[in-house]
């Protein structure tokens, strides 16, 4: 079976070394041969065996007849849906690492597919090597899920375990992640949360067979944590974590991706580093967790060419995905309700005591000239209300 390679970036480049690598076994997984008759890229690679296979122009790899799977690790969002669109369109099947693309079209890629007896599969789009979107579509069908929350960010999670471990500043920590690789020059996708956003919106849509609009989904990032804020937890036996969440309470569906105050005891609290891990639960089953590497060259181009073996499979058979392209209605979060993290300056302890519902005084050692608190239970909008009754530091989600 013949394939292309759109962009030959860490991850194209992963899944050419993958396929090349371990071409014997997924020859017998697949029951074909996966042969990679091109590879696209606007640029040149001299003396590297890619050369080969190299070509400028995907109107050369869409109307070749051969090629019949497609393989999209470009990334962004006009051209790779443009290309993939019409690969669709001309019957060859496609998979793709690209959350951005599938959080905004996935439905639509998803119906083509269906209507030309092919595939649109996308294992690699959320948690990078960690298998998840195959799971929920197949496996854990019996079940109704009730939540879906997880640390879907590696460089969020890297500073934030940097920051506690070592109680380094934020700054500190997004330059040592820069440096590492684990970050972007620009890297606002991540801190600011808009990466865990796009992901846990296809999960959202995954599990309730709806499309998600991840432009409404309210997002925070990271940028407001201090190593102040990590003292506090740590001396409440807790960490800070990126968490994107969906959550089904009566009829209502919150979605939300925004740091949050976690306890020892919470599965997900020995998710470290540059680590993903994801939290499903069924109305049947329980907790179900996920946990691997969420991004790095290989892991995601592992995913991926687990996609490329399942096409192969099912060559003229569609792998049925219940993901319309009817809107899911989202409920508004200001119902929701937790418990909330408060720092505000000392001098303002007795506005604090008057508006809050206060549940238990927080001390973090070598911090003074402010009072610390976490909240009884309360909605998302009483908690705004009150809070812009005092002047506050900062404040955080918690479920201690």
């Not at 990590?230 to 919150?254: C, E, F, H, P, T």
């Not at 300056?345 to 005084?361: D, L």
Request: hydrophobic residues 40%.
């Amino acid at each position: 079976m013949k394939i292309a390679i759109l962009g030959f970036g860490t991850v194209g480049s992963g899944v050419y070394e993958v396929l090349k690598t371990n071409y014997e076994t997924i020859t017998k997984r697949a029951g074909v041969e996966i042969d990679i008759k091109y590879v696209l890229d606007l640029r040149t690679f001299p003396g590297q065996p890619v050369e080969e296979v190299l070509v400028h122009d995907f109107d050369q790899i869409v109307n070749d007849p051969e090629v019949e799977i497609i393989v999209e690790t470009m990334g962004g969002l006009e051209k790779a849906y443009s290309f993939v669109k019409e690969a669709l369109l001309k019957g060859k099947s496609v998979c793709t690492s690209n959350k951005e693309l599938v959080a905004k079209y996935g439905a639509e890629l998803l119906e083509i597919a269906k209507q030309k007896k092919i595939n649109f599969l996308f294992e690699a789009s959320v948690g990078g090597g960690i298998p998840i979107i195959r799971p929920l579509n197949q496996s854990l069908t019996a079940d109704q899920i009730i939540e879906i929350t997880g640390v879907l960010n590696g460089t969020t999670n890297y500073m934030l375990t940097e920051m506690k471990e070592r109680g380094i500043s934020f700054q500190e920590a997004l330059e040592e992640a820069q440096q590492k690789g684990f970050a972007e020059r620009n890297p606002a996708a991540d801190i600011e949360g808009y990466d865990a956003c796009r992901k846990i919106a296809i999960l959202t849509s995954l599990a309730y067979g709806k499309q998600v609009d991840y432009e409404k989904i309210p997002t925070e990032g990271i940028v407001n944590i201090s190593d102040i804020d990590i003292q506090y937890a740590l001396n409440m036996k807790a960490a800070i974590k990126l968490l994107g969440s969906s959550k089904q309470v009566g009829d209502n569906i919150y979605t939300m991706v925004a740091p949050k105050i976690i306890s020892e005891n919470h599965p997900l609290y020995t998710v470290n580093g540059v680590f993903n891990g994801i939290l499903v639960r069924g109305n049947v089953l329980g907790d179900v967790m996920f946990y691997g590497s969420g991004a790095g060259k290989l892991p995601t181009a592992s995913a991926v060419v687990s996609d490329i073996v399942d096409s192969a499979k099912h060559k003229g058979r569609n792998i049925m995905t219940i993901w319309s392209q009817k809107e899911l209605e989202l409920a508004d979060t200001k119902s929701l309700t937790c418990k909330f993290f408060v720092r505000v300056k000392q001098e303002e302890t007795e506005a604090a005591k008057r508006v809050f519902p206060i549940k238990q005084v927080c001390e973090a050692p070598n911090v003074s000239g402010e009072f610390a608190f976490l909240t009884e239970q309360m909605s998302e909008e009483k908690f705004k209300k009150a809070a812009l009754k005092v002047s506050v530091l900062n404040w955080i989600r918690t479920e201690l």
